[in-house]
């Protein structure tokens, strides 16, 4: 989950709330990283 702060948008668990990466200045910085950890949770399984 991608959520805004005052010092930019960070991305979260959505389980845990655990910080995966941040913060970026732009939503479509969030968004590339979500992609990267969404794909390496499934990469060889």
Do not use: D, W
């Not at 010092?7 to 968004?31: C, I, Q």
């Amino acid at each position: 989950m991608i959520i805004r702060r005052k010092s930019g948008y960070f991305v979260l668990s959505e389980k845990t709330r655990r910080n995966l990466g941040g913060p970026y200045k732009t939503k479509e910085e969030a968004k590339k990283r979500l992609r990267q950890v969404e794909f390496f949770k499934h990469f060889r399984k």
